[in-house]
């Protein structure tokens, strides 16, 4: 008699500020490979995020609404105890040079020996998206740079909004003048 299955659960973490074409497109795969992928945003604000939680929750909701298997979540601490409390049985992680790769083996390494039924899965970048980086959109668009399908159009939206001459980010910046 075939055994039931348990559905296999896994977490794709990260800072996601903002969300890029290129961590849609390796959600996008990986909703193709687990039952339930959950998206969790790592609520650490050591890294001065430019978008605020509330605000990267809001950008990754609208941009995974067509993947009915992908949640949205936000986390604090160890990702392994998050895992394990979500029952996953997988960290989804993007590598898209072998820079991103010295530091994902180690953290992949060091969550197995915090919970070693943990694996961690890496996807290989979309070609047309390895050069993409949070970092590196937030500088072009500060820049007024273009920025079309790097990132999806309502993040472009908002990127635009915070850098426009009006926009908060520009009025932050005129007041610390
Ligand atoms: P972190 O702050 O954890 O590096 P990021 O939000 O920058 O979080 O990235 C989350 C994950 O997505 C990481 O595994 C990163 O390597 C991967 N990633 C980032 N940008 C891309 C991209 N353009 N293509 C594929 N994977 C990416």
């Keep these: 008699m075939a055994q039931k299955q348990e559905p296999v659960v896994a977490i ?19 909703s193709r490979l687990f039952d339930r992928l ?6 650490n604000e050591a890294k001065s995020p430019l978008f605020s939680l509330a605000e990267r929750m809001e950008m990754l909701s609208e941009a ?20 394990l409390r979500k029952g996953a049985r997988g960290i989804l992680r993007g590598i898209r040079a072998i820079s991103d790769y010295e530091y994902e083996l180690q953290m992949a ?9 943990l694996e961690t899965i890496f996807l290989p970048a979309g070609e047309q998206y390895s050069f993409v980086s949070s970092r590196l959109v937030k500088e072009v668009a500060r820049l007024g740079g273009d920025i079309t399908g790097l990132v999806p159009p309502p993040v472009e939206r908002r990127l635009r ?3 426009a001459p009006h926009g908060d980010q520009a009025k932050k910046d005129n007041q610390k003048k």
Excluded: K
């Design 12 to 30: 794709y973490p990260g800072s996601f500020d903002p969300i890029t074409s290129g961590h849609l497109d390796v959600i996008e795969r990986g």
């Design 38 to 43: 959950i998206v969790a945003i790592l609520g």
């Design 64 to 83: 995974v609404a067509p993947f009915p298997n992908v949640q949205v979540d936000c986390f604090e601490g160890l990702l392994a105890d998050y895992a």
């Design 109 to 117: 390494l060091m969550n197995r020996r915090l919970q070693p039924h």
């Design 161 to 163: 909004a915070r850098w």
